[in-house]
């Protein structure tokens, strides 16, 4: 009987380690986030940007289809998506929760970068 309340206890001390290092490994994770959090929101930022001003230029310069311009991404842009507005010649590029920009097609300037007030 005492080697099943031992076999028990070591048990139940084994699962609480276990909490205690999964906790742990979620905090470093979640403090990991949070320390790379402005770095990850910068570049999603200059890539909106990077997007916006290469999918107008394809658009309203080239004449293509929007579907069509993301072909033209550097590698490394897979999160980046575009939108497009017919009616103000504009496309939106964004990285989902963490940034966008847009470009607007100005005539014979090209594309030009629309600043967020």
């Known amino acids: 009987m005492d080697s099943k309340i ?4 070591t048990d139940r001390k084994a699962h ?13 994770l979640v403090a990991l986030l949070i320390w790379q959090l402005p770095g ?18 394809c658009r309203y310069v080239e ?7 993301e072909r033209d991404f ?5 999160l980046v998506s575009l939108s497009d507005d017919p ?8 990285v989902p929760l963490l940034g966008s920009a847009s470009a607007r097609y100005v005539g014979v ?3 030009l ?3 967020e007030e």
């Open 109 to 111: 300037s090209g594309c």
């Open 16 to 28: 609480s380690r276990r909490k205690v290092v999964l906790w742990a490994v979620a905090a470093a």
């Open 87 to 94: 009616e103000t010649r504009t496309v939106t590029a964004s």
């Open 40 to 57: 990850l929101k910068a570049q999603a930022e200059a890539g909106s940007a990077y997007g916006a001003r290469v999918g107008c230029s």
């Open 6 to 9: 031992a076999t028990a206890v």
């Open 63 to 69: 004449g293509r289809d929007i579907g069509n311009c």
């Open 74 to 78: 550097v590698p490394g842009m897979a």
């Open 113 to 115: 970068m629309v600043l």
